[in-house]
């Protein structure tokens, strides 16, 4: 899945797009990132109007995923479609998504499965054997999201796609690993922060452990969206004031 930027010379045409497949009754995959996972329904739409798409309530484990954005694809759309949840009401049954922009980069389901850490995770990245501080934002067997900020330290230089550096986790109490790594993507946000996005290279052993920890995280994941689940649905027609 890919989640950036909107192409800004299309603001109209997701509209015109998404009521040509209202009108011939074609489907949408509604998308909701959730903790570095993707959950995803396929609905109908019920109404495209100036304002933005209607669509049926999904399941419940989505509806606790939703927060301000949603995401809807399909094979007849040019592109993803990005939009704001403006209200989920229990009165009527419709999601609503507002401000629709369609994304500059295509659709591209993930591989493997991505997962984000419970708080914060601090790790070690070396660079030509010199350590460096950064913060783990998202994990999976083959690829690692970091986040160096420089008013806590000096990150490494070249920060740029192609840079090699091993990065070591502790995915247990007592377990570290140090995993090859490659930037794939390099991004400055602010004046202070850098996302990066890179490769992994873990050995049978090192995969092992990245398998058993991505998936513990899982179920801790989903076992959250139960709960809230749970709590949307005792709340009855209030649920709009959480969307």
């Known amino acids: 899945m890919s989640v950036e930027t909107a192409n800004p010379t299309r603001k109209r045409e997701p509209l015109l797009a998404l009521r040509a497949l209202a009108l011939q009754q ?37 509806c606790a995923a939703i927060y301000q954005t949603a995401y809807l694809h399909s094979r007849f759309l040019p592109a993803t479609v990005r ?25 591209r389901p993930r591989y493997e499965a991505r997962v984000q850490p419970e708080g914060n995770f601090p790790v070690t990245v070396w660079v030509n054997r010199l350590p460096f501080q950064a913060l783990m934002t998202d994990l999976s067997v083959h690829g690692i999201g970091l986040l160096f900020d420089s008013l806590v330290e ?21 377990h570290c690993i140090t995993v090859a790594g490659e930037v794939a993507h390099a991004r400055r946000q602010q004046d202070h922060l850098w996302q990066i996005g890179a490769r992994l290279f873990p050995t049978l052993e090192q995969q092992r452990w990245l398998d058993l920890y991505v998936a513990e995280r899982r179920v801790a994941i989903f076992t959250e969206l139960e709960q809230r ?5 005792e709340i009855g027609p209030s649920l709009g004031l959480y969307f």
């Open 154 to 174: 000096t990150p490494p230089a070249n920060l740029a796609p192609g840079l090699k550096f091993d990065v070591t986790l502790q995915l247990a109490r007592q």
């Open 26 to 62: 074609l489907p949408l995959t509604l998308a909701v990132p959730y903790k570095g996972l993707v959950l995803e329904q396929t609905l109908q739409p019920r109404a495209v109007t100036e304002q933005g798409v209607s669509l049926p309530p999904p399941k419940p484990q989505v």
């Open 83 to 107: 939009g704001h949840v403006q209200w989920l009401m229990e009165a009527d049954c419709a999601l609503h998504l507002t401000h629709l922009r369609f994304l500059a980069t295509p659709w």
């Open 229 to 233: 689940a749970r709590e949307l649905r």
